[in-house]
């Protein structure tokens, strides 16, 4: 909730749909995620706290990805993570936070329901409670340090995240403040509890050893040709089909360009298309060569392909009638903003997955297709593909739906049409031909590098590059699976990057940094690490929907922790574009940005840039009123968060001013306070703060007011008034009297958990 002030000028706000509107609201909308009614699975200790929630009156709303569950009571969404049958990677739990225990966070009494929970976690299954550093903690310590005005503890961007831990098994417990239309992960309505009744435990034992029966021709087998043999020779009517295909291709089209990724594929192909030219001189002034650098290529094969253009250009240079300049052969790479790890810790995207694979089009595809059109504009070039139809199933659907029985195929950039000379190929002619034939440019780069590369890794398949792409379903299709492949160090498609995972083993120094952030990258992906925010932010809209959500700041920042630790690279100006960023997409609109963010972000770069500007922004929440699926207003109780405004940063400047005042105040002082629409006068008997420290009310004796105000709304204790700190506009001292300030000291109010019964 927003304060005082702030709720009762801005109440009647019209939100209205766009960019620019001062608050988002929480609109119903549909979503793929489909809630089931059970986790995948319970042990018997599982089963009693589920059956805890159920007893003491909790709605059941059901799971989402197999083991995160969702539930509710009337002040509280409550999300428990449950890792039964394997362990949460420590690295992604967060540092833990030794200053504070859950007793000094759950002290409200609507907050008891949950405070039952972790009372009984630990005290009847034995669970040690880790609370791991983030940015609720941060807050709470502010504001119980210096007293100072945070509205961020009801982010809704910001859930309480609590780990619980035995032997057996591991929670992690999230708790969502300040309840919403509905509940977190996508979620719409309760369902039916599944059914809790323990389980006995039954070992199973095979009474014979029995070897099973296989079936060996039931075994589906690796496409014929794909072993990455070497033969004697490549056989000649392959090659010689291949070359007249080449040379139709020079005939036919003004510009041929050669898509080149740097793997086997693409190197066969333009050596061919090379040594083709320089036999026919009249050719050269049509090759072009267009590769593509992602951002986040695996070092090795980054460095491999610069060195092989290197290569390429001196020697062409030389060897051509006109020359070769720089500008004949183009790495690609995408813009600023549209960077692998700008979206990622700037946009808060997750890591791609193979249900969302936002990076093929930004990484990939709309990079090539800008170089494209400098060819495209008023000629119709031809793009040479190293694509084989035996490279996989999926590729040799590709490949024949493409181009079918047809020489060529039609790019989806104008002008462009594309022709595959290696279709026919194997991987064994492809491994062939570059160890028995040495390219042009063998003195400077020879083919065995690669040859070597692809040994170390294990691969048979390499990632296309994006000029390579003629239809973005087949790419997105083609992009990922759990084969070895060359393509992205950080790849979080496919489940494990066989490629990575062997060249380690070759390059431990420069590679293993890469893999276990690829490791922490993939896992982020878990639900269960509480990485997503819970709720979907449509930003375009000003709506938050049901959904997954965006990374959270908190895990961004680890991210970042990790990232510094393991010494990886970034580039300065991905780093200011993720502050931007960040800046414009999360500051602006009020999500609290903690200093730890800022701090994480910063020691990336190799020069500091001074203190932090990140202040921890305030959330401020605004009633309003929920739209429906056709437009309609649905009035709630609590539906909607304030967009960060001038007035918001106004009220929130003068609450802090009069904190400031209030402190330097003694007992017996007149003061003259401006609430909104009347004026107290009165003397100062003390200040009280809540159980947090927090400055919270003035109190005064024998005031007088100059407008009739209702006294019920002040708590009376004797002659002394409690006024709110929130409500007051001014507060000015009249006279001053030397008389000792009061001590206040720190107070807890717990034993309202220690007293409680919790029962299973």
Known sequence: MSNGESMVQQESAHVI??????????????????????????????????????????????????????????????????????????????????????????????????????????EVFKMNCMIPVQSFTDAYKQEACIGRISERLISPKHKLKLWFQNDDFSLLVEIYFGKQPYPPYGIYKPMEWPNLNPVTKYEKLNLFEIEPFINESAIKSDSKGEFMGIEEDVPDCLLQDTISSIKQVFEDNPI???????????????????????????????????????????????????????????????????????????????????????????????????????????????????????FSKEKIICQLLGVRSMESSARSRSVESHFGVDFYGEHVVQNIRTAAPIRAWSATDIATYLVRYSSPWSEEYS????????????????????????????????????????????????????????????????????????????????????????YQRKRRFATFEPGFGDLTVDHRALLFEHWKRLDLPMLEEEILAISRMVKEREVSEGNPISERFWKALYALLPVHPGPYS?????????????????????????????????????????????????????????????????????????????????????????????????????????DSYEIPLAYIHELLIITERTIERQQFQYQLISNEINQLTFEF
């Open 256 to 374: 041929v360009v050669i898509a080149f990724s740097g793997g086997k594929d693409s190197s066969v192909l333009l050596q061919l298309s090379v040594e083709f030219v320089l036999k026919n001189p009249e050719y050269q002034d049509k090759l072009f060569i267009v590769s593509a650098s992602t951002g986040i290529e695996n070092p090795i094969i980054e460095t491999h392909l610069r060195s092989v253009r290197n290569a390429i250009i001196k020697t062409l240079n030389k060897r051509f009638v006109n020359g070769f300049s720089e500008d004949r052969f183009v790495i690609v790479e995408p813009d600023i903003d549209e960077r692998f790890l700008v979206c990622i810790f700037g946009k808060s995207y997750q890591p791609p997955s193979v249900f969302y694979k936002w990076c093929i089009s930004r990484l990939k595809i709309m990079p090539a297709r800008k170089d494209l059109l400098r």
């Open 614 to 718: 990140g202040a921890m922004f305030d959330p401020l929440w605004e009633p309003a009123y929920l739209l429906d699926a056709k437009g309609g207003k649905v009035f709630q109780d609590t539906v909607g968060i304030d967009r960060y405004t001038q007035e918001d940063r106004d009220w929130i400047a003068r609450h802090n001013r009069v904190c400031d005042e209030v402190r330097s105040l003694v007992k017996g002082q007149l003061v003259f306070i401006r609430l909104n629409g009347y004026t107290i006068e009165g003397e100062f008997d003390g200040l009280l703060r809540d159980v947090h420290q927090r400055l919270h009310c003035l109190s005064i004796r024998r005031f007088a007011y100059r407008k009739d105000i209702n006294l019920s709304e002040w708590k009376v204790n004797e």
């Open 447 to 534: 083919n065995r590098r690669l040859i070597d590369i692809y040994g170390f890794a294990s691969g048979a398949m390499e990632c296309p590059i994006g000029a390579m792409i003629t239809n973005e379903n087949d790419a997105i299709k083609g992009c990922g699976g759990s084969s070895a492949r060359f393509g992205c160090v950080f790849c979080s498609v496919v489940k494990e990057d066989n490629s990575l995972k062997n060249l380690v083993n070759v390059y431990p120094d420069e590679l293993g940094g890469f893999y276990q952030m690829r490791g922490y990258l993939k896992a982020t992906q878990d639900l269960r690490y509480g990485g997503f925010t819970g």
């Open 17 to 122: 749909k766009g960019a620019h509107t001062q608050k988002y609201v929480f609109r119903i909308a549909k979503n793929k995620i489909t809630p089931e009614g059970n986790i995948s699975r319970h042990n018997n200790q599982t089963r009693k706290i589920w059956s805890y929630l159920k007893n003491k009156g909790w709605d059941y709303f059901g799971s989402v990805r197999d083991w995160t569950a969702v539930f509710g009571c009337q002040t509280h969404y409550l999300v428990i993570h449950h890792f039964i049958t394997d362990k949460p990677i420590n690295d992604l739990m967060g540092s833990p936070e030794l200053s504070l225990r859950w007793q000094d966070l759950l002290l409200y009494e609507e907050q008891l329901p949950v405070a039952a929970l972790a009372y009984g976690l630990e």
